[in-house]
């Protein structure tokens, strides 16, 4: 184990976010894109899959981050693909392929696995079929399998119930592959990165801030992608069980070259409340993306209350801020955060069964859970659901001295983390 004194220095694979948009956006540029870092996940492997049988020549990412370069086809240069299109346990793949395929004058077929089937799709089947998408539900209303036929589509104004990066991301695409002009009205800013990635490719796009904290997006179809050249920064989600361990074990750990977008660092903001030291380093702007070093050290902790209106910018980080809350003082409570109930699984329901399987004292809200900490072993064994996120939260809690943690399934973590229980190993030294 380390002690309080030199801080560790991690890396962490690519962006997952990050590295769907490079592989999908260099496929749709005109000219040959240069990724590096590009995470290798199952799930960017999903989309890698997707993009090659609609005839892009995108090559399948590498555990080493090598360089990878995206030959570009054009916007609706794709073609029909000879097989049902796969996106495994990608709910990214599904929705923002969609917002691709809308522009595209043939059919598919979009499936994925039993998790993917179950998660909503009428958000971003709504607001494409008032573009004139054409939609056929496979087996059950709203939910993969899906047939998809795009073609002559009119422009969109469309206010989303929810702020949600992949129903806003559809959108846009849509509008680029369709060659209209469309806005996205959420009611919180959600992950920006499409927004950043399409302006730096030469695409017009805009945001307004409203008054009451909701945000316009407005897309103008405008000509070709410029290609890019990329270097995904390391994924803050995965940094975030690091970054976890850290504060919950007492020792320092540096998670270098991190993607520090601040719509998706709330759980910093979060931390900083409950009394943990935590700040950011070298922070700098590479290809229209902040990044920088993030470093935890040891700290005493309190519960806090998370808002509706911070979920966004954490949402995929409740799951570690769970077994963080598990630990501290107090009570953490977290509210509006109902999307969780539809992520890879019910990620309330997941955590709460969890921490009360250890015996943490939990209340499960229909948007949220209250949890109230203690500064004492846990013990007991935890089931994954499928996810790879309450898989992950878990081996960070079952790596802290002293307790004792067995999680069903840890396969599950490759979905976003291929090596991650062996960097969680060689930082506890297990
Ligand atoms: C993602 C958006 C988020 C997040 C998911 C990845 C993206 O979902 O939970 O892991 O890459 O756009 P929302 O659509 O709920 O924002």
Not at 26 to 34: D, F
Not at 311 to 330: K, N, Q, Y
């Amino acid at each position: 184990m380390t002690g309080a004194g030199r801080a560790r220095r991690v890396r962490v694979p690519g962006d997952k976010s990050l590295s769907h948009r490079a592989l999908m956006f260099s496929a749709l540029a005109e000219g040959t894109s240069e990724l590096r870092n590009v995470q290798a996940g199952e799930d960017v492997r999903a989309t890698a899959r997707v993009l090659r049988a609609l005839g892009c020549a995108v090559p399948q990412p590498t555990d080493d981050g090598g360089a990878i370069r995206v030959e570009g086809r054009g916007v609706r240069s794709l073609v029909a693909p000879p097989d049902v299109l796969e996106c495994a346990n990608s709910g990214t793949t599904a929705r923002l392929m969609l917002g691709i395929l809308a522009g595209q004058t043939f059919r598919s077929v979009l499936t994925g696995d039993a998790s993917l089937q179950s998660r909503p799709m009428g958000r971003v089947m709504r607001p494409l079929a008032a573009m004139g998408v054409r939609f056929q539900e496979l087996a059950r209303p709203e939910r993969l399998p899906l047939a998809i036929e795009g073609g002559a589509l009119s422009g969109l104004e469309y206010t989303s119930p929810i702020a949600s990066a992949q129903v806003k991301s559809a959108i846009l695409l849509a509008g680029l592959s369709g060659e209209v002009d469309v806005s996205v009205r959420e009611p919180v800013l959600s992950r920006d990165h499409t927004e950043r990635m399409l302006a730096s490719m030469g695409v017009p796009v805009s945001t307004d801030t409203h008054a009451d904290g909701s945000v316009t997006v407005r897309l103008r179809h405008a000509g070709a992608l410029r290609p890019i050249s990329f270097d995904v920064p390391g994924d803050f989600s995965a940094a975030a069980y690091f970054l976890g361990f850290a504060l919950l074990a007492g020792c320092g750990i540096i998670v270098e070259h991190v993607g520090l977008n601040p719509t998706r660092t709330g759980l910093l903001r979060v931390l900083e409340r409950m009394g943990a030291r935590v700040t950011q380093e070298n922070v700098r702007v590479e290809a229209g993306e902040p990044v920088g070093d993030v470093r935890a050290e040891p700290s005493s902790l309190e519960g806090t209350s998370v808002s509706a209106a911070e979920i966004p910018s954490l949402l995929d980080e409740v799951p570690v801020l769970a077994v963080i809350a598990a630990r501290a003082a107090g009570e953490t409570t977290v509210r509006g955060a109902g999307e969780l109930r539809v992520k890879e699984s019910d990620r309330i329901a997941a955590l709460v069964s969890n921490l009360r399987a250890l015996g943490v004292a939990v209340e499960e809200l229909t948007d949220g859970l209250v949890v109230r900490g203690a500064d004492r072993p846990l013990r007991g064994h935890v089931q994954t659901y499928g996810d790879h996120r309450i898989a992950m939260a878990f081996g960070v809690l079952g790596a802290v001295p002293d307790n004792d943690i067995t999680v069903d399934d840890t396969n599950v973590a490759a979905v976003s983390f291929p090596s991650f229980w062996r960097q969680l190993d060689a930082l506890t030294g297990r």
